[in-house]
């Protein structure tokens, strides 16, 4: 009798870690195709990008890529939520307790940091925003983008021309980032960097010595 009823109570223990088990290890692939994903649509976007180079890059088959995420849009849809999300945690955690011209600043900085430290970052953010002609994904980047532009105007308490401005020279940022403009020589890319990034470029300098 003790038999009987110990049995059971063993077999559903084993199920349930071997369930655990199986569910962090679905989590843990899921975030290495995330990873492998962003790398490849940081270069190769929406359309020109294989998920088959994906899922080797992730280590796992094409069919269970699939199973994982089900569509290749889908996939690229995760990475741009991912991203923005990511901008979103790196903005509120630059800001910290800091509020209006402060924590511009401070955001502004961590950002530029971001963009001149991590250009696959940088790239799939642009690659997101050129994909923008599909409908799905233009709904992302607008979700992502405006929870962005909804934390920077509450924490900073500005009014809306100062976080237009702000915005406007995060992305002359990115162009600027996508060009490479840190080492030209180009009088006029000087004097862009220098007028218009505030202090980017010696940021961009210091992230590349250290």
Not at 1 to 17: A, C, N, Q, R, T
Request: proline share 2%.
């Amino acid at each position: 009798m003790e038999d009987g009823l110990d049995k059971p109570v063993f077999v559903s223990y084993h199920l349930l870690i071997m369930n655990a088990t199986t569910r962090k290890t679905a989590e843990e692939r899921r975030e290495a195709v995330l990873a492998a994903a962003l790398d490849a649509f940081a270069r190769g976007g929406l359309h020109g990008t294989s998920t088959e180079d994906i899922a080797r890059a992730a280590g796992i088959s094409q069919p269970y890529l699939f199973r994982l995420f089900g569509t290749k849009k889908k996939l690229f849809l995760a990475t741009v939520d991912r991203c923005l999300a990511d901008t979103l945690e790196l903005f509120r955690a630059a800001a910290g307790d800091r509020r209006g011209e402060e924590a511009l600043d401070a955001m502004g900085q961590a950002y530029a940091a971001m963009v001149t430290g991590d250009r696959t970052r940088l790239l799939a953010q642009l690659q997101a925003y050129a994909a923008c002609d599909d409908p799905e994904v233009r709904e992302a980047v607008r979700s992502g983008f405006g929870s962005l532009h909804l934390f920077v105007e509450t924490v900073s308490g500005v009014d809306q021309e100062r976080v237009a401005l702000w915005f406007a020279r995060g992305m002359l940022l990115n162009v600027v980032a996508a060009m490479d403009l840190w080492g030209a020589r180009e009088p006029w890319a000087s004097r862009l960097l220098e007028g218009s990034i505030h202090g980017a470029h010696e940021l961009a300098v210091a992230t590349e010595r250290s």
